[in-house]
């Protein structure tokens, strides 16, 4: 009986410290009456700013926005960059004659319209010379031919029809052989022009060309194609092969010449997104173009896909699609009063990259925004809808939103009445105003020290 009374101490024992040792971890983790968290209905949802505080989140009149309802499309995003077209941005400018470089009219970096001279050639091919010499012979032989043709009409046409017919004869072999002479002088490189305004016109030998820049007409691509006035339209002496003085035969290259008028975007997707280009490039789906500057990130719309690659690049597994791209640039003056040089700036360059967005699937009756109108908190996701004014202040209420699809640069919102349209929102510093909010509902747990009224600064 003392053992089983033992026993029976012993797990009475046991019971007190095991109730004591809840009670003390019950105690523990109780909050204390003065931190007390704010109950679910003392949480505020609405802040007030004051202009200073909102310049610091970078909000101002131009950031407040109108809710729209509208259709948007998901897109397919992914790295690019800007190429050159391929036979057309790079023009070579071959010399169509044998001579001497006499002159050259313009320096590396320089801009040139179409039509304007490039290079002077002195001739020294002798045989150019010959033929050159003939086709004056030839000339001349049809002037005295006309002049005997008009003294016979004035003598009558019964008096000497045979020497008539003769001279007639004469005439069109003559023609035939001009007609011949005048294709072999083209042929060896001059120019319709040049023909007939020294030989034809004044009977002078051509001893120099003038090469020049290539006219739009006779650029049949798609960089020349937009353009109707050479004012519209620039190249860029990119490199020169000559020197003045340096004999050169028909068909040296003398300088290439760069056409940034038009260039092209190259793509790099990943061969899994093949159906979505695929699909794009049928339907001719809107791609946009996002190109990161230094203060601002530029965005181009409008664009179509043109071609999609029907391989994969070995190195990176990238599929590769193209698109057309315009560009534009900006000119300047510079050199001498004596020697002006104009310059050019093109505003898309090869080598810049970009990223491209490809519409795919719409989303029909939603509300998009910039992603800078978006806050999260934790797993709430909200907007702050501008409800009125306290003085200069302006008074923010939050509203929970859903998020049904987001971008780096858009979120789109669930049009289920949670924000109404027409109702103006915060387009950037949303999670600026959160934290506000935050800190005035702390101020109601003893976590914050803001003693600012119910304004925050």
């Not at 510079?334 to 310059?343: D, E, M, S, W």
């Not at 979120?411 to 510093?429: Q, R």
Request: charged residues 20%.
């Amino acid at each position: 009986m003392k053992a089983i009374s033992s026993k029976r101490a012993y797990l009475v024992l046991i019971c007190i410290a095991v109730i004591t040792a809840a009670y003390s971890l019950i105690e523990l983790f109780r909050p204390a009456a003065d931190h007390a968290p704010v109950a679910a209905e003392e949480q505020v949802n609405m802040v007030t700013l004051n202009p200073t505080a909102l310049k610091n989140f970078g909000i101002n009149d131009s950031t407040i926005g109108n809710v729209k309802v509208v259709d948007y499309y998901k897109s397919l995003t992914f790295p690019a960059v800007v190429v050159e077209l391929p036979g057309f941005s790079s023009i070579t400018v071959p010399s169509t004659v044998s001579g001497v470089v006499a002159k050259i009219y313009f320096e590396t970096g320089s801009a040139v319209a179409p039509g304007e001279p490039l290079f002077d050639i002195l001739l020294n091919q002798q045989e150019l010379v010959k033929i050159q010499t003939e086709f004056l012979m030839l000339l001349r032989r049809r002037e005295i031919n006309a002049a005997e043709l008009s003294r016979l009409a004035d003598i009558g046409s019964q008096i000497v029809p045979l020497e008539r017919r003769e001279l007639e004869y004469e005439k069109l072999q003559i023609d035939s052989e001009i007609g011949v002479q005048k294709n072999i002088l083209l042929l060896q490189g001059l120019k319709a022009g040049d023909i007939s305004d020294s030989l034809e016109k004044k009977g002078e030998i051509i001893r120099t060309i003038t090469v020049i820049a290539p006219p739009l007409e006779s650029q049949d691509n798609v960089a020349s194609s937009s353009h109707a006035t050479s004012e519209e339209h620039i190249y860029t002496v990119d490199e020169l092969f000559v020197t003045p003085g340096k004999n050169i035969d028909a068909g040296d290259s003398l300088c290439t010449l760069t056409d940034y008028c038009k260039l092209a975007i190259q793509g790099r997707a990943f061969a899994v997104d093949e159906k979505v280009l695929t699909q794009a490039l049928i339907s001719r789906s809107r791609v946009s173009a996002a190109f990161e500057g230094n203060t601002s990130r530029e965005i181009v719309e409008g664009l179509v896909l043109r071609s999609i690659d029907n391989k994969l690049d070995i190195e990176s597994g990238a599929l590769f699609c193209y698109l057309d791209l315009t560009n534009r640039f900006t000119s300047y003056q510079a050199g001498t009063k004596n020697n002006p040089r104009r310059y050019v700036q093109w505003h898309f360059k090869p080598g810049q990259r970009c990223e491209l967005s490809i519409e795919y699937e719409p989303l029909p009756d939603c509300i998009v925004l910039p992603i800078g109108a978006l806050a999260k908190d934790f797993s709430d996701m909200c907007v702050f809808e501008w409800v009125g004014n306290d003085n200069s202040d302006k008074i923010w209420l939050k509203k929970p939103v859903h998020v049904i699809y987001q971008t780096k640069d858009a979120v789109v919102i669930a049009n289920d009445g949670n924000i109404l349209p027409g109702a103006k929102v915060a387009l950037k510093g949303a999670s600026f105003i959160l934290a506000a909010l935050e800190a005035e509902n702390q101020k109601g747990t003893g976590g914050g020290v803001i003693d600012h009224g119910d304004h925050v600064h």
